[in-house]
């Protein structure tokens, strides 16, 4: 079995922006299908929040471990949880940090790939987004 990797950044009430991938069998494409089982997670963690296109995307393909398979053949998906990106940047972030926070709060950079890009680069590009 292969799986289709969403991405997925949803902002919550506090503003704080949860990061997390919804897992799906690799030919389920229905992108309704998959904001639908995004929104069940959500609704389990009790946090609302808004899943469109905006928000999750197609990632990747991948082969997923037992885990995944078990639960994907009981609900249909999986959630992989990946961290609560806070809405103010950290002091004396890392490179990590800033990337997040412009993917978490900037649409444009959302579901950008900075493979490659410096960090001089990135604070250059976080620079611009705040001061925008």
């Keep these: 079995m292969k799986v289709a990797v969403w991405d997925t950044y949803v902002r919550k009430e506090n503003g704080n922006v949860l990061h997390f991938d919804i897992i799906v069998p690799e030919n389920n494409t229905d992108e309704s299908l998959i904001f639908d089982y995004g929104k069940k997670y959500l609704t389990s963690i009790q946090t609302k929040g808004q899943i469109t296109s905006e928000e999750c995307q197609y ?3 991948e082969s997923p471990s037992n885990e995944i398979v078990s639960a994907i053949e ?4 999986y959630i992989l949880e990946m ?3 806070p809405k103010n940047l950290p002091q004396n972030p890392t490179r990590r940090d800033m990337i997040l926070f412009l993917k978490a709060h ?4 959302r579901f950008a790939n900075f493979k490659g890009v410096s960090e001089e680069e990135v604070k250059e590009k976080l620079k611009l987004k705040m001061n925008e």
């Design 59 to 61: 990632c990747h393909i």
């Design 106 to 109: 900037f649409k444009d950079y």
């Design 74 to 77: 009981q609900k249909g998906f």
């Design 83 to 85: 961290e609560e990106i």
